[in-house]
């Protein structure tokens, strides 16, 4: 399967503990996106790059989100001190930059207890 | 910002007849209109998108149309059949010169329910 591939896919934390989540994009695509998704609503875009670049934040993302892509291919999203809020399923998505479309990784669900 | 409306939350249809989901924008700069379909448990996936410089593209059963000057796009599917059941998301961006999507902004979605 050479789609999105992110790890882990479900991740139960502790209010306050730090959580990390990892995504591979499709090998070829120079894009690469985190989005959020709670139930009932659909995805909250939360950034984006552009090969090890980042290009676009929402202020969604607080100061405990931080997200990396150092060597322009797959990325990490960290989120800090987590809160009950933080509670999601965290979408990674990728595109080419030749075309629009998105291709998203099947989440990694997060509960924060 | 983008802001995104859709409706109905919920669209419940007999088999076999048309489905019709209706979206807003807000941002005149917006040019990319893309649908995705998720189904339960899964991941979104695009399932026909439009550009501004057109007002209509088919697919099949499945139809878009753009009003831009009324800010608003259409998702329309005909002789709809049960595994068309799904949460269909819209959404829409500026596209650049670059041509990639950044930052879709999508709306909260319409469970589309197909009654046997």
């Known amino acids: 399967d050479t789609g999105v591939s992110q790890d882990p896919r479900h991740k139960i934390t502790k209010r306050g503990q730090n959580v990390t989540f990892r995504c591979d994009p499709i090998?070829?695509?120079?894009?690469l996106y985190w989005y959020r998704q709670t139930l009932g609503q659909g995805p909250e875009f939360l950034t984006y790059?552009?090969?090890?670049?980042?290009?676009?934040k929402s202020r969604l993302l607080s100061d405990r989100f931080s997200a990396e892509r150092p060597k322009g291919s797959f990325s990490t999203l960290e989120i800090q001190r987590t809160e009950q809020g933080d509670s999601a399923m965290y979408l990674c998505a990728s595109s080419s930059g030749t075309t629009p479309n998105l291709h998203f990784g099947p989440g990694t669900r997060l509960t924060v207890t | 910002g983008e802001n995104v409306e859709q409706h109905p939350s919920t669209l419940s249809v007999q088999e076999g007849d048309s489905a019709v989901i209706k979206c807003t924008y807000s941002d005149s700069a917006s040019n990319y209109f893309p649908w995705y379909k998720q189904e339960l448990g899964k991941r979104p996936q695009l399932i026909i998108d439009i550009r501004s410089n057109v007002g209509e593209k088919k697919d099949q059963r499945i139809a878009v149309t753009l009003n831009k000057t009324a800010k608003h796009f259409s998702l329309h599917i005909t002789e709809t059949q049960p595994e068309d059941s799904a949460v269909y998301f819209c959404?829409?961006?500026?596209?650049?010169?670059?041509?990639?999507?950044?930052?879709?902004?999508f709306g909260k979605g319409t469970h589309l329910i197909i009654q046997p």
């Open positions: 959404a829409a961006r500026a596209l650049y010169s670059g041509g990639g999507a950044d930052g879709l902004t």
């Open positions: 090998s070829e695509h120079n894009r």
């Open positions: 790059f552009q090969n090890e670049a980042q290009l676009e």
